[in-house]
């Protein structure tokens, strides 16, 4: 049988609209701004007798060995940042409301949604999240605030929507207009084209 190449992944990039839905699980040409297929690397078969133990072809991990549910608890805190190949499934409809102030902050008198003078800033990454860097720095990835939902960080990944929707809640929508659903890559932007500096930092995007 002649081998069937996977479309991988359909990215969602600088869409005008800050919700995107499908009830097919299958993206239109129409509502992206860019398309990016990436193929799955076939997977060469393997003899039942030529298990090594130094072998690890066995255990790679690939978007058919790997697969991960994606909730909303998966997405309190920032980005969620894919960085192995899997098949990524959305379990839910997804909401993007990265570190909002919590019920009993917003009944405090001081509270502001526009207070700077703080290490936490309400839906920024705090000062103690190292993997979202930048905001207080002034030079890293993250110093424009989460500029993705979900970042693609790997080859051979598969996101299936399975029927569900991601969107920014509304409140998330107006404290972050800079913001794609699906980032292709590290970064918001190619290295040289941001208001940030980017030179320390590696670039990491799929093949």
């Not at 479309?7 to 800050?18: E, K, Q, R």
């Not at 995107?20 to 060469?44: G, R």
């Not at 991601?166 to 659903?181: A, V």
């Given at each position: 049988m002649s081998s069937i190449l996977n479309i991988c992944f359909w990215t969602l990039l600088g869409l005008s609209s800050a919700k995107y839905s499908h009830s097919n699980h299958k993206i239109s040409v129409?509502?992206?701004?860019k398309i990016h297929n990436l193929v799955e690397t076939p997977i060469?078969?393997?003899?039942?007798?030529?298990?090594?133990?130094?072998?690890?072809?066995?255990?790679s991990i690939t978007s058919a060995t790997n697969t991960v549910y994606i909730s909303n608890?998966?997405?309190?805190?920032?980005?969620?940042?894919?960085?192995?190949?899997?098949?990524?499934?959305?379990?839910?409809?997804l909401r993007f409301n990265f570190?909002?102030?919590?019920?009993?902050?917003?009944?405090?008198?001081?509270?502001s949604p526009n207070n700077y003078n703080t290490d936490n800033m309400g839906w920024f990454p705090s000062k103690n999240q190292e993997e979202y860097n930048g905001l207080y720095t002034y030079d890293g990835l993250y110093s424009q605030g989460f500029f993705a939902g979900i970042s693609v960080?790997?080859?051979?990944v598969i996101i299936d929507l399975n029927g569900h929707s991601m969107e920014m809640?509304?409140?998330?929508?107006?404290?972050?207009?800079?913001?794609?659903?699906?980032?292709?890559?590290?970064?918001?932007?190619i290295m040289g084209q941001d208001l940030?500096?980017?030179?320390?930092?590696?670039?990491v995007a799929p093949t």
């Amino acid at each position: 049988m002649s081998s069937i190449l996977n479309i991988c992944f359909w990215t969602l990039l600088g869409l005008s609209s800050a919700k995107y839905s499908h009830s097919n699980h299958k993206i239109s040409v129409a509502d992206l701004s860019k398309i990016h297929n990436l193929v799955e690397t076939p997977i060469s078969a393997q003899d039942d007798d030529s298990t090594n133990d130094n072998d690890d072809s066995t255990t790679s991990i690939t978007s058919a060995t790997n697969t991960v549910y994606i909730s909303n608890t998966d997405i309190q805190s920032g980005t969620y940042r894919i960085t192995e190949p899997g098949t990524y499934i959305l379990a839910e409809d997804l909401r993007f409301n990265f570190n909002a102030p919590s019920a009993e902050d917003r009944t405090d008198e001081s509270f502001s949604p526009n207070n700077y003078n703080t290490d936490n800033m309400g839906w920024f990454p705090s000062k103690n999240q190292e993997e979202y860097n930048g905001l207080y720095t002034y030079d890293g990835l993250y110093s424009q605030g989460f500029f993705a939902g979900i970042s693609v960080e790997s080859d051979d990944v598969i996101i299936d929507l399975n029927g569900h929707s991601m969107e920014m809640s509304y409140e998330y929508y107006l404290q972050q207009r800079y913001f794609s659903l699906i980032e292709v890559g590290n970064r918001p932007s190619i290295m040289g084209q941001d208001l940030s500096v980017y030179d320390d930092i590696d670039e990491v995007a799929p093949t």
